[in-house]
């Protein structure tokens, strides 16, 4: 049974993992006699020392965690608490710490850059909802355990498919399992144990999604819709021809972070591109007045660039800047001037791009039922406070916010 939805599962990418490894899983069970779960022993987790030695503060920059410590010691360290689960406080600050420290990694900003409590409030949504699906899967299999559910062979299976995705996409650091997982501790603080864990936990909730939920849609989808589709959106099907645009190269060294931040306030303060990359880039030392020329290469030109240059170009739109992103010792900005677009490809060549975009939306909606009768059906106890300012967690219902309330029986 197991085999059929280890077929179905489509493995992310590695960065999707990293995400995903940040903010899911991990609950601990709650006393038969309804009292709080133990809390963690006292003194700082390797990562949690790891994160504040990298500069990232206990609160956010709107100062949310600077009472934090009052009333995490009156609720007893519970963040929620789902069915006979508990999710901890300390675990979710935790997830959150990982969360900033990769958005930092990811951005090169400053933790006061990043709205801590936004964070939280997203991570602890897709936390109650992982633990949710995970006891609707596990009450199917009674007295079994994850570990017994999602063998180690699955496990690396799953492990061995990011590590050929990373290949095809460029990525050459990474090639064994060994490495998969020193990538994760290296940049998460993620130890093997943990990542094993989570990965088990992706793979039987989405064995839930699959055989309960994917399964009973209804998969016919009608060619009246599929036409309207494309009729609609003329500009999604065609493929480009080329691009223009324009660069900003930052080496890594000393000077790069004060070098990346004089960009990114240029940018929010509207300078124009071209300015920012004559003062700011390290291209053309020679001739500063080169470095706002627009680049102009072929589509199939930019599979020759160094990872993930090729993926940054291609999902840029016209007059979408993008970065800091870092490739070949250096950190990237990029601006997207034009894209020169080929011939539009025929409703027959993409026909069943539509049907699988028309039913990926299907099974987007039917996980927010899914997640709103399961919380209905499921005691959800959460005490984190109101979340009205939070946006919603991706693929949460919209009606699934947190709010320190218990969910109707």
Not at 68 to 82: C, D, F, M, W
Not at 202 to 219: A, G, I, N, P, Q
Request: with cysteine.
């Amino acid at each position: 049974m197991l085999s059929k939805a280890v077929l179905l599962i489509q493995a992310s990418p590695f960065v999707f993992l990293v995400i995903a490894l940040c903010g899911c899983g991990g609950s601990e069970t709650l006393p038969a006699d309804g009292g709080q779960a133990s809390p963690e022993p006292a003194g700082k987790a390797p990562a949690a020392a790891r994160i504040e030695a990298a500069g990232v503060p206990p609160a956010s920059e709107d100062g949310a965690g600077e009472a934090a410590t009052v009333p995490e010691r009156r609720l007893g360290g519970i963040a929620a608490i789902v069915g006979d689960k508990v999710i901890s406080r300390a675990r979710l600050r935790k997830k959150v710490d990982r969360k900033i420290r990769m958005i930092m990694a990811q951005r090169q900003v400053a933790a006061a850059a990043i709205n801590r409590r936004r964070q939280e409030l997203r991570t602890l949504e897709e936390m109650i909802n992982k633990e949710l699906i995970l006891q609707a899967q596990l009450a199917v299999y009674p007295g079994r355990e994850l570990e017994d559910l999602v063998v180690m062979t699955n496990v690396m299976a799953f492990v061995d498919r990011e590590i050929d995705k990373l290949r095809k996409a460029g990525e050459k650091q990474i090639v064994t399992r060994q490495q998969f997982f020193e990538a994760q501790e290296t940049q998460l603080g993620i130890e093997r144990d943990e990542v094993i864990r989570e990965i088990r936990e992706k793979m039987f909730s989405e064995m839930y999604l699959w055989e309960e939920v994917y399964s009973k849609l209804d998969r016919f989808v009608a060619p009246a819709q599929l036409r309207a589709f494309f009729k609609n959106n003329p500009d999604a099907f065609a493929t480009p021809e080329a691009v223009s645009y324009q660069r900003i190269k930052i080496f890594d060294d000393a000077n790069c972070l004060e070098k990346i931040k004089g960009v990114q306030v240029g940018l929010q303060a509207g300078t124009p591109f071209g300015e920012l990359a004559k003062a700011f880039s390290d291209e053309f030392q020679g001739n500063p007045k080169l470095r706002a020329i627009l680049f102009n290469n072929k589509f199939a030109e930019l599979e020759d660039f160094p990872f993930p240059i090729p993926a940054i170009l291609k999902r840029l739109r016209e007059g979408e800047h993008s970065g800091p992103d870092r490739a070949q010792g250096a950190f990237w900005f990029f601006k997207m001037s034009k894209i020169i677009k080929g011939e539009p490809k025929t409703f027959e060549e993409v026909q069943v791009e539509i049907e699988n975009k028309l039913l990926t939306e299907r099974r987007r909606l039917a996980y927010n039922q899914l997640i709103e009768r399961l919380r209905v059906d499921t005691r959800v106890e959460i005490f984190n406070g109101p979340v009205a300012a939070a946006p919603p967690a991706a693929g949460s219902s919209p009606g699934g916010g947190l709010g320190g309330q218990r969910a109707p029986k």
